[in-house]
């Protein structure tokens, strides 16, 4: 099941594996939940911080991506 959602970027720690810079980053969703998701360079915008609005797409309930509005 796909689907996107509102959210809101509580902390962004990049860090390096493979020579890739991969991203752990914590979401609030609207409903108050919170959700972990680490994610490649392909998946989250570039120069993402920390209180910016995203759009997070979630498949089968895991952050797959997050996206500007």
């Known amino acids: ?6 959210a809101v970027v509580l902390g962004v720690r ?3 594996l493979h020579g890739l ?3 752990d980053v914590t ?6 939940s919170v959700e ?9 915008p ?5 209180g ?6 979630r498949v089968v309930g ?3 991506s997050l996206r500007r509005p």
């Open 1 to 6: 099941m796909l689907r996107e959602e509102e």
């Open 14 to 16: 990049p860090f390096d």
């Open 21 to 23: 810079t991969y991203y």
């Open 27 to 32: 979401i609030a969703f609207r409903d108050r």
């Open 36 to 44: 972990q998701a680490r994610l490649g360079p392909e998946a989250v």
């Open 46 to 50: 570039v120069n993402l911080e920390q």
């Open 52 to 57: 910016e609005e995203v759009i997070a797409t």
């Open 62 to 64: 895991m952050v797959t």
